[in-house]
Every structure is written in structure tokens, then in C-alpha cells.
């Protein structure tokens, strides 16, 4: 990209996460750095993970 927005691909993007157009417009940066950032390295959870998970909230 040579600094210009991809507006479609940025909307496309919104719509797949559930975010209407209005929504997305008043969006900062920040807040779509943070919705769409965290996605993308996020990976499956561990045992251990769910362990923890397990303790903190047991099912009653």
C-alpha cells in the first residue's frame, strides 16, 4: 500500500467482526488497532490454560 487507506478492505473487515459502518466511523485508530490486532497472533488454548480456567470457575 503507498499510504493510502483501503477503505473497502477496512469496511469488509468491520462488517466480518459485526461492526456496522456508523460504528466504524467513529472508531479512533486505537480502538481498531486494538479489535483487529489481537486476532491475528491468538492461537489455541493450552492445558495449562484451561486448568486455571477450570479452577476459577468450576462448574457447579
Do not use: K, N, Q, Y
Not at 483501503?6 to 473487515?13: A, K, M, N, V, Y
Amino acid at each position: 500500500m503507498t499510504g493510502r487507506a483501503d477503505w473497502g478492505g477496512l469496511l469488509r473487515t468491520a462488517l466480518v467482526l459485526g461492526i456496522g459502518p456508523e460504528a466504524f466511523w467513529r472508531l479512533s485508530v486505537r480502538e481498531w488497532r486494538l479489535l483487529t490486532e489481537g486476532h491475528a497472533g491468538a492461537g489455541p488454548m493450552g492445558r495449562s490454560d484451561l486448568e486455571r480456567m477450570m479452577e476459577a470457575w468450576p462448574d457447579e
